[in-house]
């Protein structure tokens, strides 16, 4: 039998090793990841812009003699509103015949009709610098215009990037509000 005058300690050792044993199996420096810093929200979103090939679209481009590359002076502002489309045939864009490109590939003409790539720089008027996070996160994860209104068109592939986590989707609108503002209104898609 334990001895009474025995049971203070015997109860001190035990806190001590269940405390122990406790601590030792969390790590909390290893489960909550560290919040980034602004910079390196924006580094982040930069990485991840240049990965997802966002520029591949929503950048007009230079045509060099190996393809077109995206126009530094102009970066993510989306289809030139002053650039006129080339002469196409509707007959070629139905059912199961072609998706027309321009040579910029900001603007896509399918079946379901001709649709500009956005202006993404944070230019207040015509780009997302009026909108906030939340706008720009529900449009990514619902496809629906600033997650709320129509369907967000062919090509823009949403449905890939909405799977992007919260963090990744901070980073890029991050970096996207970082950018030059380009004053230019991307002109509203066709429906066919
Ligand atoms: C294959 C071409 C293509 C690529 C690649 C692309 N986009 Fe788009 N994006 C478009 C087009 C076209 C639209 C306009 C669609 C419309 O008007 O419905 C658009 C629209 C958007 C919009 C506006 C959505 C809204 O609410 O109206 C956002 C934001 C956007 N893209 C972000 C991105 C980001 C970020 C990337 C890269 C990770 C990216 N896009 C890559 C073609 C593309």
Redesign the pocket.
Known sequence: MLNSKYIPYFFILSVFLITLVISSCSHPEETTAKQLTQAELIKRGAY??EF???N???STKIMTETGPLPDPAQLLSGHPVDEPLAEYKKEDVVKGKWVLFNQS?TV?IGPWGI????N?TPDLETG?GGWNEEV?KN??RTG????A??????????QG?SQLTDEDIKS?YSY?QSIKPVKNKVPD?VLF
């Open positions: 991840l812009v997802g090939g966002c591949d679209c929503h590939s896509a649709s500009y790539a956005a993404l997302i720009f449009a990514l629906k215009h600033m997650g209104g129509r369907p967000i068109l062919p090509p823009m592939p949403w990037i890029i996207l898609p």
